[in-house]
């Protein structure tokens, strides 16, 4: 571990960092000093704001309310180019290698010593070589980048960070896609780069690089910086315990479950062998009454894999079974008419009209409420008054959707899928986005779906709602179940420490 100096001012510093996207803020108060020579770590749960905080420091995000300073110098970096001439770059997890080149016009790119507009070949090789050398990498610059393993194409992206004369080096999830060996020499690459001066900010799922590699470790939660672990106190467990959200068992307590299913209720739907995107042939059971939460990291698979059981995309390889037998589902409403109902977690693809809310409530089987093919508004007030009335908007069926609340537009559509007379209600995130009232009552809502014999598949960002809700949790893991946590296991903690201990084992 590095030790900086004392005297001199942070390498790159973020304060009061405030970010919105409309009404909903990505960062509330986003703090973030990394010095001089050393790895400073980043690590929340999901929707914490930790890419938001990268993207504010890297150039690409401006932030709304707060000061970025570089070198002790307060600056607006309005762009990654401004960001560069800082001596700021970011590495994103994806790969931007130009295929077809080398790795010295890889390395160089942007940035080839020239003389009259010609390239000087002979000092940019000098330069590129001083550049792999001093990290420790060794490659021949002359080497197709094609040719190089996915390893070595991240360590000429590091390379070419270093080359353009970035200072402080933003990593994000650099070795998500590697495999074990591979991550082990671009690890030992970061680290040299590292003792040669360059600050690196290092963001990343897997808590035993965190504890390996960082001087200090800047903790999210809700679009705030929270703590701050230095030193020794950067462990595998502090870390576990810094992610999980304080007083969010206390927050979904009142929707929680108080009994599990039984085990002898029938199953009702079936994934077998789902191969698509992110999915590597995954089975799953859903059982009537029971709450099934799903969780991963981004990537892994989960939101591909409510879209199958949803109808929204058609898997590569394997089926879905509904009631014993095979189903096609080409669109959603193909699975609603099988009885599964599907809620994303982006409201705008949930099909809301620019309707009353009672329209929008009963938009799943309008058929019910006609007469001779014609619906009334007193008829339409009717039937949706007792699920309006259940989540307190009775007074509400003749306001427009779009002027209620983001909780309230998600009560609407969840008492859609309850109308819907669905039996199996797949449920992307239902609360992201609410305040706390409003998580509480649809965490209820979910807990009684399960509570009439429904099958309830959900996921959410925060593990503490699965550990408090769902009556079991598989783990997905590059596109493959993990883990399955239920019972006295099914704890925040553990889930947090089964996604990151099952995404630092080898990759397959």
Same mark, same amino acid.
């Given at each position: 571990?590095?030790?900086?100096?004392?005297?001199?001012?942070?390498?790159?510093?973020?304060?009061?960092?405030?970010?919105?996207?409309?009404?909903?803020?990505? %960062?509330?108060?986003?703090?973030?000093?990394?010095?001089?020579?050393?790895?400073?770590?980043?690590?929340?749960?999901?929707?914490?704001?930790?890419?938001?905080?990268?993207?504010?420091?890297?150039?690409?995000?401006?932030?709304?309310?707060?000061?970025?300073? /570089?070198?002790?110098?307060?600056?607006? *970096?309005?762009?990654?180019?401004?960001? %560069?001439?800082?001596?700021?770059?970011?590495?994103?997890?994806?790969?931007?290698? /130009?295929?077809?080149?080398?790795? !010295?016009?890889?390395?160089?790119?942007?940035?080839?010593?020239?003389?009259?507009?010609?390239?000087?070949?002979?000092?940019?090789? &000098?330069?590129?070589? !001083?550049?792999?050398?001093?990290?420790?990498?060794?490659?021949?610059?002359?080497?197709?980048?094609?040719?190089?393993?996915?390893?070595?194409?991240?360590?000429?992206?590091? +390379?070419?960070?270093?080359?353009?004369?970035?200072?402080?080096?933003?990593?994000?999830?650099?070795?998500?896609?590697?495999?074990?060996?591979?991550?082990?020499?671009?690890?030992?690459?970061? &680290? +040299?780069?590292?003792?040669?001066?360059?600050?690196?900010?290092?963001?990343?799922?897997?808590?035993?690089?965190?504890?390996?590699?960082? $001087?200090?470790?800047?903790? *999210?939660?809700?679009?705030?910086?929270?703590?701050?672990?230095?030193?020794?106190?950067?462990?595998? $467990?502090?870390?576990?315990?810094?992610?999980?959200?304080?007083?969010?068992?206390?927050?979904?307590?009142?929707?929680?479950?108080?009994?599990?299913?039984?085990? $002898?209720?029938?199953?009702?739907?079936?994934?077998?062998?789902?191969?698509?995107?992110?999915?590597?042939?995954?089975?799953?059971?859903?059982?009537?009454?029971?709450?099934?939460?799903?969780?991963?990291?981004?990537?892994?698979?989960?939101?591909?894999?409510?879209?199958? =059981?949803?109808?929204?995309?058609?898997?590569?390889?394997?089926?879905?079974?509904? #009631?014993?037998?095979?189903?096609?589902?080409?669109?959603?409403?193909?699975?609603?008419?099988?009885?599964?109902?599907?809620?994303?977690?982006?409201?705008?693809?949930?099909?809301?009209?620019?309707?009353?809310?009672?329209?929008? %409530?009963?938009?799943?089987?309008?058929?019910?409420?006609?007469?001779?093919?014609?619906?009334?508004?007193?008829?339409?007030?009717? +039937?949706?008054?007792?699920?309006?009335?259940?989540?307190?908007?009775?007074?509400?069926?003749?306001?427009?959707?779009?002027?209620?609340?983001?909780?309230?537009?998600?009560?609407?559509?969840?008492?859609?899928?309850?109308?819907? #007379?669905?039996?199996?209600?797949?449920?992307?995130?239902?609360?992201?986005?609410? $305040?706390?009232?409003?998580?509480?009552?649809?965490?209820?809502?979910?807990?009684?779906?399960?509570?009439?014999?429904?099958?309830?598949?959900?996921?959410?960002? !925060?593990?503490?709602?699965?550990?408090?809700?769902?009556?079991?949790?598989?783990?997905?893991?590059?596109?493959?179940?993990?883990?399955? =946590?239920?019972?006295?296991?099914?704890?925040? !903690?553990?889930?947090?420490?089964?996604?990151?201990?099952?995404?630092?084992?080898?990759?397959?």
């Amino acid at each position: 571990m590095s030790s900086p100096s004392a005297s001199a001012p942070p390498a790159l510093l973020l304060e009061g960092i405030v970010k919105r996207f409309g009404s909903a803020y990505a %960062l509330r108060d986003g703090q973030l000093r990394v010095e001089p020579g050393t790895i400073h770590g980043v690590v929340g749960p999901n929707g914490a704001g930790k890419s938001t905080l990268l993207r504010v420091g890297s150039g690409q995000l401006v932030p709304d309310v707060g000061t970025v300073a /570089v070198d002790g110098v307060a600056i607006a *970096l309005r762009g990654p180019r401004a960001a %560069l001439r800082a001596g700021i770059a970011m590495m994103p997890q994806e790969q931007t290698v /130009v295929p077809g080149l080398t790795v !010295e016009e890889n390395v160089s790119l942007g940035h080839e010593p020239s003389r009259g507009g010609v390239v000087r070949r002979g000092a940019r090789r &000098t330069r590129v070589r !001083e550049t792999l050398e001093r990290i420790g990498i060794a490659i021949d610059p002359r080497a197709p980048i094609d040719e190089l393993t996915a390893a070595e194409q991240r360590m000429t992206m590091l +390379a070419r960070a270093l080359y353009s004369g970035a200072r402080v080096l933003v990593l994000d999830e650099p070795t998500a896609a590697l495999r074990r060996e591979d991550a082990e020499r671009l690890l030992d690459t970061v &680290t +040299a780069a590292r003792d040669a001066g360059t600050a690196i900010v290092y963001v990343s799922h897997r808590f035993a690089e965190i504890e390996r590699l960082c $001087d200090a470790v800047t903790v *999210l939660r809700d679009g705030s910086t929270v703590d701050r672990l230095v030193g020794v106190a950067i462990t595998a $467990d502090a870390l576990v315990r810094a992610v999980v959200t304080e007083g969010a068992i206390d927050d979904v307590a009142d929707g929680r479950r108080t009994s599990s299913p039984a085990s $002898d209720l029938p199953t009702v739907a079936r994934l077998r062998g789902i191969t698509g995107r992110e999915l590597h042939g995954v089975d799953l059971d859903v059982r009537a009454g029971e709450i099934v939460g799903v969780c991963g990291l981004a990537g892994s698979g989960v939101t591909e894999l409510l879209e199958a =059981l949803g109808g929204v995309v058609g898997p590569g390889a394997g089926h879905v079974e509904v #009631d014993g037998a095979v189903r096609r589902f080409r669109e959603p409403h193909d699975a609603l008419r099988r009885g599964i109902a599907f809620l994303p977690a982006e409201r705008s693809r949930a099909g809301m009209l620019d309707r009353p809310v009672r329209e929008n %409530l009963l938009v799943a089987r309008m058929d019910d409420v006609a007469v001779r093919g014609f619906v009334t508004n007193g008829r339409e007030r009717r +039937a949706a008054h007792p699920a309006l009335a259940s989540f307190g908007l009775a007074d509400r069926a003749d306001d427009p959707l779009g002027a209620l609340s983001g909780g309230n537009r998600q009560k609407v559509l969840l008492g859609r899928c309850v109308r819907a #007379d669905a039996r199996v209600v797949v449920l992307d995130d239902p609360t992201v986005g609410v $305040d706390v009232g409003a998580r509480q009552e649809i965490h209820r809502s979910i807990v009684a779906l399960a509570d009439a014999g429904r099958a309830v598949v959900v996921a959410a960002s !925060e593990v503490e709602e699965l550990a408090a809700v769902a009556d079991r949790v598989v783990v997905l893991v590059r596109g493959r179940i993990a883990a399955e =946590l239920s019972g006295d296991a099914l704890t925040p !903690e553990r889930l947090v420490e089964r996604v990151t201990v099952e995404a630092a084992a080898p990759s397959t």
